[in-house]
């Protein structure tokens, strides 16, 4: 299992824009499937989307398509997450993950996918 660190959260105004970074170690991110979940508070842990192996796949939860955009640098154990015009209801800890599994459809995803994670990064979006 690999071990991964994020990082890059803060406090931004509605419409602002974030990347977030995810470090991963002890092992290569190249065979694993990585994703980006989010939790705000007082609820579940969320999925917000995830890139396959090689990168050319990706899917997004429904309400942040077209603002959130996940890539990934194999070479260098990274995942990002850029989010653009970000708006109060995603405040959340976001924490990046690595699992095996692959589905077309975001709904299927849930955090027993996934067998790594990252501690978390701190998201605030004021208005």
């Known amino acids: 299992q690999v071990q991964l660190v994020d990082s890059g959260g803060g406090l931004v105004q509605v419409g602002g824009s974030l990347r977030l970074s995810c470090t991963a170690s002890g092992g290569t991110i190249r065979i694993y499937q990585m994703a980006w979940f989010r939790q705000a508070p007082g609820k579940e842990r969320e999925f917000v989307a995830t890139?396959?192996?090689?990168?050319?796949?990706?899917v997004y939860r429904d309400s942040v398509k077209g603002r959130f955009t996940i890539s990934r640098d194999n070479a260098n154990n990274m995942v990002y997450l850029q989010m653009t015009n970000l708006k109060p209801e995603d405040t959340a800890v976001y924490s990046c993950a690595a699992g095996l599994r692959y589905y077309i459809d975001a709904d299927s995803y849930t955090t027993a996918d996934f067998g790594s994670w990252g501690q978390g990064t701190q998201v605030t979006v004021s208005s």
């Open positions: 890139i396959s192996y090689s990168g050319e796949y990706t």
